[in-house]
């Protein structure tokens, strides 16, 4: 099956890591965790992300974030005391 215009249907661990600006041993943790889906394929079991199931995933964590923000409303304290009102 060739490649799509996007890439290959399926994504090494290195791969992954390098579109995430992470370290492998991150996305290993996150498969291993069953937050990044893959599958496991070969006799030497290697594992694979479907190009996909990632795109769902980064989707998934900006909805995580949307609420986290919405939730947690950034107070910028140390700026505000820091900055003399203006007009002086």
Do not use: C, N
């Not at 390098?18 to 965790?33: F, G, K």
């Not at 990044?36 to 998934?60: C, D, F, H, N, T």
């Amino acid at each position: 099956m060739p490649d799509s215009q996007d890439g290959p249907r399926f994504l090494t661990l290195a791969d992954v890591a390098e579109m995430l600006s992470t370290s492998s041993a991150q996305v290993y943790a996150l498969v291993r965790r069953g937050e990044l889906p893959a599958i496991k394929i070969g006799g030497r079991g290697q594992w694979r992300v479907e190009r996909s199931r990632l795109e769902e995933y980064i989707a998934q964590q900006y909805r995580q974030t949307e609420r986290y923000v919405a939730e947690h409303p950034f107070e910028d304290s140390e700026t505000e005391a820091e900055t003399p009102p203006r007009g002086l």
